[in-house]
């Protein structure tokens, strides 16, 4: 019998419902706390608690990723890897990956002072959008629309002795309708597409500021982009989001490592949890 | 089951069906507690770690 372990540092809804799913599907599930685990240069692959295949569904991107480097290195088989967990975690490299390997995304700049970071968005001009580099669910993440806002943000990151907080991620503001698309991808098939629309007086689209989903089409262009940027950024269980740029198309804007799919699970036919314990117990025998 | 918040001492409801790693938040003063063990009648919980920086999905 193929032994699942979820590996998570905060249970929510989407770990309870992979948990459940793969001990109805009658596989063996343990769910093991990130926070709890103990780990040195000798520890071997014989380790129970782990069993044939890892999830990994920490919350936080550093333990996470820092958790995979030792789970691998003990020889065990981890999804998503510690590489497709680097890349996802930190958006720079996320939008460096998608341009390398021409996936369409929305023009970034990147400044590693406060000095160029105000010169870069004189340079660039407003509106512009501002976002931390690491970190989810629209936190951080600010139009900046003249100049006094750009002071204030400045002011506001000095004040911050979190490294990244001196790393500048400025994005081109998207003229999109307000609402953006989420697809979660499993291995080579998309399982989920929803828009996401942004609540009254709010123009980020994440579910944990407000936003609503609704089921989207998977148009065929959709699903080629989509599987381009998993393919991308190394594969496995992800969230892509996307923009629909007015002239443009589809512009992918992030690729999510441990995603959430509370909101798609509302309004998706299709089982979302099943088909990543489909996933896990092929991946188990590679 | 009912427990009773370390914080500000309201009254927190465990549900039936809540699983060790959960959060619980408390209604009143907004803590968030994680439950470390659960057995039929009994549930010990800690404060939960605050909502770090690099949180995410």
């Known amino acids: 019998m193929v032994r699942i372990c979820i590996i998570y540092d905060k249970l929510r809804f989407e770990e309870k419902k992979i948990y459940n799913d793969i001990q109805q599907k009658g596989f063996e599930a343990t769910l093991v706390d990130g926070k709890s685990l103990i780990f040195d240069t000798e520890s071997s692959k014989s380790d129970s608690r782990f069993g044939d295949i890892i999830l990994q569904r920490v919350i936080s991107y550093n333990r996470g990723l820092h958790l995979t480097y030792c789970l691998e290195q003990m020889g065990l088989p981890v999804v998503n890897s510690s590489s497709v967990s680097e890349i996802c975690g930190n958006k720079l490299i996320t939008s460096l990956i998608l341009k390398k390997n021409g996936v369409p995304t929305p023009k970034t700049t990147f400044a590693f002072s406060t000095e160029s970071a105000r010169e870069c968005m004189k340079k660039l001009g407003y509106p512009l959008v501002v976002k931390p580099i690491i970190g989810s669910w629209g936190r951080g993440v600010y139009q900046i629309k003249d100049q006094s806002m750009a002071e204030m943000m400045l002011d506001s990151r000095q004040e911050n002795d979190n490294s ?123 | 089951m009912k427990k009773e918040c370390k914080d500000c001492g309201a009254e927190l409801t465990i549900p039936q069906d809540s699983m060790v790693g959960e959060i619980i938040t408390c209604p009143d003063c907004g803590t968030d507690f994680e439950i470390v063990s659960k057995t039929e009648d009994t549930v010990e919980m800690k404060e939960a770690e605050s909502v770090g920086e690099d949180w995410g999905q």
Request: with cysteine.
């Open chain 1, 164 to 286: 990244f907080s001196r790393i500048y991620y400025f994005q081109e503001l998207i003229d999109r309708p307000s609402r953006d698309i989420r697809c979660i991808v499993i291995g080579d098939q998309i399982v989920a597409s929803v828009f996401r629309y942004s609540s009254e007086n709010e123009w980020r689209t994440n579910v944990a500021v407000g936003g609503r989903t609704e089921m989207a089409p998977l148009t065929s262009e959709l699903k080629e982009i989509v599987l381009k940027a998993s393919n991308a950024v190394g594969g496995g269980i992800l969230g892509v989001d996307l923009m629909e740029d007015k002239e443009r198309g589809y512009l992918v804007h992030e690729v999510n490592n441990t995603v959430e799919f509370r909101g798609a699970s509302a309004v998706c036919k299709s089982d979302i949890a099943g088909a990543m314990t489909d996933y896990l117990v092929k991946m188990s025998s590679k």
